[in-house]
């Protein structure tokens, strides 16, 4: 079946780069996401990469997919403390109809 | 802001009651998906409407339903309310049935005791 895994806690200091993985089993999904939650606020999608793509930079973000290895992972650039919050990896399932979410990674950033 | 508003906020409600929870989404789109987010979990799919039909449903047992109005706003209702339906649930909108920006509002907190 559908399932995305991603490691639970991450802990950075402020100023150092953090990569944050998830792993994902449908060889077919279309779009991944990664979605941001600080405590007590809905999601803020950060960014998507399409299958046919291996990477995609936006400002602080890059996006690495690794279609054969079905991983995907968020590098986030020069961490500031505003950056703690849980981390989501999603996947679109091959019909289209739902986004399949991983547990979160807890990103800590220390000062 | 995503353009997608949720209500109520937060709600308490007694185990074997009704709740609605109302969303409204981003101008332009048409598609509405409701999700259930457990404490600690991921957001797990509960269904998806488009043109005020639902074309997509994940592993939620029937007392989930809901409607989407011509207007695109949706409801999402559960009945007979278990103690484990508390949980945080979040509206997305998105433009078409396989939408890939898919937006999410800030959830309503649903506690049942």
């Known amino acids: 079946g559908e399932d995305v895994e991603q490691s639970l806690f991450l802990s950075v200091r402020e100023g150092d780069s953090s990569v944050i993985n998830c792993t994902y089993t449908?060889?077919?999904?279309?779009?991944l996401y990664w979605y941001k939650q600080e405590p007590g606020a809905g999601l803020q999608l950060l960014t998507y990469i399409f299958s046919n793509m291996d990477m995609k930079q936006d400002q602080r973000l890059t996006v690495l997919l690794n279609k054969k290895d079905k991983h995907l992972s968020l590098r986030i650039a020069d961490t500031q403390t505003g950056d703690s919050a849980i981390y989501f990896c999603?996947?679109?399932?091959?019909?289209?109809?739902?986004?399949?979410f991983g547990a979160g990674t807890r990103l800590f950033v220390k000062a | 802001e995503t353009g997608v508003t949720q209500s109520p906020t937060h709600l308490i409600k007694t185990r074997g009651q009704q709740v609605t929870l109302r969303c409204s989404s981003q101008s332009g789109h048409n598609t509405v998906s409701w999700y259930q987010q457990a404490l600690g979990q991921g957001p797990q799919f509960i269904f998806q409407?488009?043109?005020?039909?639902?074309?997509g449903r994940g592993n939620f047992p029937p007392r989930f339903s809901g409607l989407q109005f011509p207007n695109y706003s949706s409801e999402l209702n559960v009945n007979a309310l278990e103690l484990d339906d508390s949980a945080l649930y979040l509206c997305a909108s998105s433009f078409g049935q396989t939408g890939n920006t898919i937006y999410f509002g800030e959830g309503s907190w649903l506690t049942v005791v």
């Open positions: 999603a996947e679109r399932d091959t019909g289209g109809f739902k986004t399949i």
């Open positions: 409407y488009y043109r005020e039909e639902e074309n």
């Open positions: 449908d060889s077919s999904s279309t779009y």
